[in-house]
């Protein structure tokens, strides 16, 4: 395989493994929030009923699929 392929798919697997992370952080931070009844830091949705139905929860879970699927094409382009 390409080394220049390789080199994007390892800087694509850190950036999703930031971006998963940062998701994940921010939902948590949502969730203690929501369990604690304070002020959320991080902007959360006004009003919002439960922290599994924000953006954040959504973002951190699809975050997570990339993610998965990243270390798939890894795992994948060593063995060529």
């Known amino acids: 395989m390409n080394s220049k392929l ?14 998963t992370l940062f998701a994940w952080t921010n939902f948590l931070v949502e969730l203690y929030s929501w369990i604690k009844d304070i002020s959320c830091p991080v902007g ?3 009003n919002s009923p439960n922290p599994f139905f924000t953006p954040c929860f959504g973002g951190a879970v699809f975050f997570t699929l990339a993610l998965a699927f990243s270390i798939l094409l890894k795992k994948m382009a060593k063995q060529i």
């Open 44 to 46: 959360c949705p006004a």
């Open 6 to 19: 390789k080199k994007l798919i390892k800087y694509q697997f850190y950036v999703l493994l930031l971006g």
